[in-house]
């Protein structure tokens, strides 16, 4: 009896869209209202702590705007979590807390968490859901000036990539969702595990991503419908072999 396939789902900020976050590429997006320049770099938070403080500020205090609510493309990845036999390891640019709200567990954010802050000095990890600026102390060590976002900037490197690889190297089903394919590492996990042959690959997206023609199989549509269908039908047909 063949082991059940383990499932390694990749998703980015298309699938918080329909409920009301921004993604970062759309006309609407982030990055057509700030430079990743001066905002999304290490080099950019020495260069005016605040101005970024105040991005990631805002972001957070979006989050516990009551209409920002996971939606039925996050509610059908902790389905299929709970649902399915072998392994579901899901692997999420976002920073928002939308994943864990819909009950995912087996969860990494490869870039950082919104809702986490640490301490340059003494390297505390905090939870936070407040407004942070460069003069709040530290609750650890007491010092100012140290406190920046839980976040991955351009140039950092992403968190989890360890086992990320490790998943990727022995999944059965490698799922990308809302995501536009732009930002590396995440955006070549599909060449990673095409690599291998042995596992299925499917995108679902708006609309093709920069790598949709990596993936055997791509699926358009917005995430709230296409991903409950998807989620149904692994659930009652399997994984198909790797293409
Ligand atoms: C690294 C956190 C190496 C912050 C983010 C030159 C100089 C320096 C670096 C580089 C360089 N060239 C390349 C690089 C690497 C760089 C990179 O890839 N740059 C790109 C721009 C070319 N990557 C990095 O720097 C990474 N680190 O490489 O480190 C290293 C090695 C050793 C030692 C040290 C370091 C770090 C990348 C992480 C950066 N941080 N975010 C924050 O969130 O503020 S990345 C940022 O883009 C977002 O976080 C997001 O996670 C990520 C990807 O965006 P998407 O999620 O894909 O969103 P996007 O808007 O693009 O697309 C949305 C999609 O959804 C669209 O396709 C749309 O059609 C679809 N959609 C919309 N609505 C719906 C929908 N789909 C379904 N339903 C809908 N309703």
Redesign the pocket.
Known sequence: MTETPSIVIL?????S??SGLD????SD???AKVR?ED??TPEAFARNPSRVQE??NA?RAGLKDPKVAPNA?HEALARLEREWPGEVLLVT???DDLHERAGSRNLIHM??E?LKVRCEYCDALLEWDDALSTATPCPHCGRKGGMRPH????????LGMDTIYEKLDTCGLFVS???????????GFVQHVRYRGLAHSVE????P?QGATLFAEVIL????E?VPAFVDRILKDGVPEAA
């Open positions: 998703t980015g900020a298309g699938i869209k329909e993604t970062f590429r759309d997006g982030i990055w990743i905002v999304a991005f990631y972001r493309a640019q976002n920073i870039h950082g919104l976040v991955v900037w351009f140039g950092e490197m992403p969702i809302g995501t536009s394919g732009n930002v590396y590492p995440a955006a679902l997206n708006l609309e991503s549509g917005p995430a709230t296409i």
